[in-house]
């Protein structure tokens, strides 16, 4: 083996030199750390990235981020307008928010809320405020930010109708508004990639009789099948079992797109080299799906459904805005943006508006995600 | 043959570097050349050698990220009978409307793959006709006369139905027949091919090359001929220009680089074809292997393979040598001068 | 006519014992298949009536245009498709035979590791999300052919056998060039120790100077290893290097068989002939050779191939009997097999000599 051995050599130098150590580690890289390489790369995306990711920690942790919990309400403060924070007092870090205090417009001697630059309402992070249950399992009281005194009003994006927090309110609808679209995602994907995966690996007359279904399930119209499900939901049941049946309907929708991915991914590697050559190894059918079929597309899977969950959001939020999805005391975006069904309600608390900046932030946030997840998704082009 | 009179291109020290994220490769690095009417230059090199850039550069047809930062391409056209006009290409801007004037017109081109130059959306005898009908002021049924004209040319069969077929419709050698049609459309001066036999079998091979050879003595085009198939350049060439890394490592008629090689890359490359003439005997190999174009070797950037390589080789970028007239090598060898100093340190 | 097979020549003469490997009368037949409900229109015949056989340590060069059909009857061999019809004798190491064409995959399983393929694209054909480690060992660990502490030795020592550094097992295929691609493809399929590589236009997609190095490679592991090529390739001067006995195909059919020297320098039958006269032959003072042959028209459509011998409508030696009857393979002595009514009476030129 001495010839080879000289002829590696010179291979070596031939490519300038042996291989640097950075070069190595590209070398041995797995397809996730080329794909993380060149995802982070893409900033737009990891600046998505951050953001989901901080939503759905806002979500998981509703009741410790919330000053207060959604449920808590003061008829003193109805349509009490947004409070500017304050972190500095005296050049100490000692946070605050001015008061309110009620003015009558001269003319018109309406009642309108105005800002007591007198009153100050000292906060306190780490505050011990209303007691909640975490997750329905852990009890506690701890918040990361309250007022020192619980009975002061602290209203950071204002107030409701029934002088309920906005702002807090809003982490909780997240946990709802995010969640939906990933249940409804998981959902879809499962259906997706057992039926795409039977159309594609079995093929003949069933991949025919599916790819027939899927077209006549595609071409109805979306909107009027979730309002005609959604109206079927019986009234009488309860909370989660609603939510549970809403995003098995948004996942109905789902899967079809995705079925068809997989099948075409499927068909593709059928010709690919790589896959006869398996074969001609001798791999039994489960072990090519898992371990040679799969991987070579999942980080598209990946992509394509974090490019789908946005959907699912807009979905929901659209079924509870219309009155036909989730219904109070649950609360989502789309519940509290039932709100706003008026214009004369958004002309003049135009902070009730803030869910749908949320939702608007949550599906840019996710298909920046998406995007650069696409992009970074083969990493070997 | 170096007559002036009938010289249609000249380039000159051209440098085409592409400007990526990772660095800048040299991808044509110096290389010099001419073409005259009437002959055909071949550019013979394995892939990543840069032959197919300077032959894009000759349209201003580089893709981003390359781009031409240095040298000069000089086209000789004809305005009338007497009357020459000197364009230089490399000056022009890529999309403006002089090159734009000369691509199709002056030179044409003709690629390995006819489907990504020949649109699936439109029928063949439509493609031609349009550009018949941009260059030269033909209406319609002129320029449909003249496609069936160039289609029967080629030795398309019944080109009277393959004018209005999609090119998906034709097999690959049909496709080129077509392509070459289209190339030929407007009496080009030049003609550059780009691998164009290399996606074809071998019957099919020798039924296009015999259709350039033909169309070339016709119509005393010059003929830019790109391959990697040594045999196709023998049997073809007038000249030959050898490349390896950007470089023309050397440059001469096509007896000379075959029967008197001076090139260590060329004398090795010639070895290590397998021939139909000769039986089973191992080839001499060229070690190792093209180097990445990130890691450019330093000096002679073919030293870390070359069987005859000097300490001096690493060190110094070989100049052009010329051995005769019409011979030009690449390489420290031949250059007194680079080896002298080096002796005389080493000693 | 079809009493006499081509099969019983064959036979005839597979003197020195029993081949390692006789195909006979194969065919593969492609349906086409037509609108939502599937209807079979006709079929393709890639491969049709392919007899042939290869003896253990000789290289048998199966050449041909693209289409020919080559590639399928490669494919059948490695039993990546099942023949439609005909059978593959496969003589195992303790010299009883089996019909590869019709044992079931559980059986199929167990000659795996004797038959292995080389893939023409170093790029398609490594799993770009599998290190080199696993995919040459991938076929030890699904047969259980050794334990996993000898896996890696194994590894090991076939990459270095291939001119690999066996350091470099942990990296993924993007770290290579094409060349060494090529080499962890052989490293694959030579892993097992096979007696059989079907080689499919195994160095086609290399540069000039990486080609050489494969093919000696090649070369040498042959001589190491003690194993059998099928080497498939349209390139005729690559299958002149390597082989000792060529196989010419032309529209799913064998034309000629014979040992390589007497095929390239006397060709007896036509399409043979056009083809040598094809080749382009690098040295420019052969450049003006007289009468070269250029084939007129197209490779016939396998679908709808012409009557007769398929090769009539472009052979200019063709006579009326070639349009109605289908010549058959024919030994013309010294094992020189061709498919042409008039291979006795026809004066053909080979390629000539330097």
């Known amino acids: 083996m001495t010839i080879n051995e000289i002829d590696l050599a010179l291979a070596d130098r031939a490519s300038g030199g042996p291989s ?172 997706g990639i057992l039926v795409g995966g039977i159309s ?60 068809r991915v997989v099948r075409s991914k499927f068909l593709a590697l059928r010709e690919e080299d790589f896959i006869m050559a398996a074969q001609l190894d001798g791999v039994p059918r489960g072990r090519m799906i898992t371990k040679h079929m799969i991987p070579s597309f999942l980080s598209h899977i990946i992509a394509s459904i974090t490019l789908s969950i946005p959907g699912m959001i807009l979905g929901e939020t659209a079924l509870s805005f219309l009155g036909l999805g989730l219904r109070p005391p649950v609360v989502s975006w789309g519940v509290m943006l039932q709100d706003t069904q008026k214009v004369a309600v958004i002309a003049i608390y135009p902070w009730l508006l803030f869910p749908a900046v949320a939702v608007i932030i949550v599906v840019l946030a996710l298909n920046f995600l998406g995007d650069g997840l696409r992009d970074a998704a083969d990493p070997y082009q | 043959m170096a007559d002036n009179n009938n010289l249609l291109v000249q380039v000159e020290d051209l440098k085409i570097h592409f400007f990526t994220n990772e660095g800048i490769v040299r991808a044509v690095d110096g290389v010099t050349f001419d073409i005259h009417s009437g002959e055909t230059l071949c550019m013979v090199g394995e892939s990543g050698c840069g032959k197919s850039v300077t032959a894009r550069a000759l349209l201003q047809i580089v893709h981003r990220p390359g781009k031409i930062v240095d040298g000069s391409i000089v086209l000789y056209r004809q305005k009338s009978h007497d009357q020459i006009e000197k364009v230089r290409i490399s000056d022009l801007e890529p999309k403006g409307r002089e090159i734009r004037s000369i691509r199709g017109k002056d030179i044409s081109m003709i690629f390995q793959e006819p489907m990504t130059s020949l649109s699936p959306m439109y029928t063949v005898g439509n493609q031609i006709m349009e550009t018949i009908m941009l260059h030269t002021k033909a209406d319609k049924n002129q320029a449909r006369a003249r496609t069936l004209e160039l289609l029967e040319f080629v030795g398309i069969p019944r080109p009277n139905r393959i004018i209005d077929e999609y090119p998906f419709r034709l097999s690959g050698g049909m496709r080129q027949r077509a392509m070459i049609a289209m190339a030929l459309s407007c009496n080009p001066r030049l003609l550059i091919a780009d691998e164009p036999t290399t996606a074809l079998d071998v019957t099919t091979q020798a039924q296009i090359i015999d259709l350039i050879q033909g169309l070339q003595k016709d119509y005393d085009m010059g003929v830019l001929f790109i391959t990697h198939d040594l ?117 | 006519m079809t009493e006499q097979t081509p099969q019983s020549q064959l036979n005839s003469i597979a003197t020195n014992g029993k081949p390692l490997l006789e195909v006979r009368n194969l065919k593969m037949y492609f349906p086409i298949v037509k609108g939502i409900f599937g209807k079979i229109t006709g079929y393709v015949k890639a491969a049709d009536d392919v007899s042939f056989y290869i003896q253990s340590g000789e290289t048998l060069g199966l050449v041909g245009e693209s289409g020919c059909g080559k590639t399928t009857v490669g494919r059948c061999i490695v039993r990546a498709y099942k023949p439609t019809d005909g059978s593959i004798v496969y003589q195992r190491a303790d010299e009883t035979t089996v019909d590869l064409a019709k044992v079931d995959s559980k059986e199929l399983q167990t000659y795996r590791k004797d038959i292995r393929m080389i893939f023409q694209d170093p790029y398609s054909s490594l799993n770009p999300r599998m290190n080199v480690f696993e995919i040459i060992s991938e076929v030890l660990r699904v047969n259980e052919l050794c334990s996993p502490k000898e896996m890696e030795y194994m590894v090991a020592h076939i990459m270095e056998q291939c001119g690999l550094r066996p350091e470099y097992m942990r990296r993924y295929p993007h770290a290579f060039s094409g060349g060494e691609r090529q080499r962890i493809g052989i490293a ?115 679908s709808n191939p012409p009557s007769g011998c398929y090769f009539h409508p472009r052979c200019r030696y063709a006579k009326e009997r070639c349009s109605t009857e289908t010549p058959v393979l024919r030994d013309l002595g010294d094992h020189h097999f061709v498919a042409c009514h008039f291979a006795d009476e026809l004066e053909l030129t080979g390629v000539r000599m330097a």
């Not at chain 1, 009890?139 to 007022?147: A, E, K, N, S």
């Not at chain 1, 109206?231 to 309907?249: C, D, H």
């Not at chain 3, 090649?218 to 080497?231: G, I, K, Q």
């Not at chain 3, 006995?245 to 007497?262: C, I, P, Q």
Request: hydrophobic content about 45%; some cysteine; proline content about 7%.
């Open chain 1, 200 to 259: 594609g690996l079995v093929g003949g007359v069933v991949d025919n009789l599916i790819q027939r279904l899927i077209e006549i399930l595609i071409s109805i119209p979306t909107l009027p099948v979730w309002l005609a499900l959604a109206a079927m939901v019986p009234l009488s049941w309860s909370a989660l079992r609603v939510y549970f049946m809403i995003t098995v309907i948004l996942s109905l929708v789902g899967w079809m797109g995705l079925a």
């Open chain 1, 20 to 191: 640097t150590e950075s070069d190595v580690r590209i070398e041995v890289a797995t397809q996730w750390q080329l794909m993380w390489w060149k995802f982070r790369r893409h900033k737009l995306a990891m600046f998505g990235g951050a953001l989901v990711l901080f939503f759905y920690l806002l979500a998981a942790f509703a009741e410790f981020f919330a000053p207060v919990n959604f449920t808590t309400y003061n008829e003193q403060y109805v349509y009490a307008p947004p409070q500017m924070i304050h972190f500095f007092r005296e050049g100490k870090l000692a946070p605050y928010v001015y008061g309110y205090k009620f003015e009558r417009d001269p003319v018109s001697y309406k009642k309108t809320w105005a800002i007591d630059k007198s009153v100050i309402i000292p906060l306190r992070f780490f505050n011990h405020g209303d007691p909640y249950k975490f997750w329905g399992l852990f009890r506690g009281d701890l918040h990361l930010i309250g007022p020192v005194n619980a009975s002061d009003p602290f209203y950071l994006l204002g107030a409701d109708k029934s002088g309920r927090d906005v702002f807090s309110r809003i982490i909780y609808s997240a946990r709802v508004s995010l969640t939906v679209g990933l249940v409804g995602v998981a959902i879809s994907f499962t259906i």
């Open chain 2, 231 to 347: 045999g196709v350049v023998a049997e073809i060439a007038d000249r030959v220009a050898v490349m390896y890394l950007g470089n023309v490592v050397e440059y001469s008629d096509v007896y000379t680089i075959f029967n008197d090689p001076q090139h260590p890359y060329t004398q090795s490359l010639l070895r290590s074809i397998p021939k139909v003439t000769a039986t089973r005997e191992k080839l001499e190999v060229i070690r190792g292997m093209v180097p990445s174009p990130f890691r450019r070797p330093s000096g002679c950037p073919f030293h870390p393979r070359c069987p005859k390589a000097m300490p001096v080789c690493s060190e110094i970028e070989p100049k052009t040598i010329s051995l005769t007239e019409n011979h030009q090598v690449h390489c420290l060898l031949f250059d007194e001068d680079a080896k002298k100093p080096v002796r005389e340190m080493a000693s």
């Open chain 3, 188 to 302: 694959r399929a030579l892993v097992t120790s096979p007696r059989l590589v079907v080689c499919d236009e195994a160095v086609s997609g290399l540069d000039v100077s990486v080609r050489a190095q494969i093919l000696n490679l090649m070369e040498d592991l042959r001589r190491e290893m003690n194993l059998t090529y099928l080497f498939i390739s349209h390139d005729l001067s690559v299958i002149r290097h390597i082989c000792d006995r060529v196989a010419v195909m032309y529209v799913g059919k064998l034309v000629e068989l014979a040992d390589a020297n007497a095929l390239y320098t006397n060709p007896l039958h036509p399409y043979t002939e056009s083809l040598m006269s094809a080749v382009p032959i690098p040295n420019p003072n052969l450049r003006d050779r007289k009468n070269r042959i250029r084939l007129e028209g197209e490779v016939a459509d396998p």
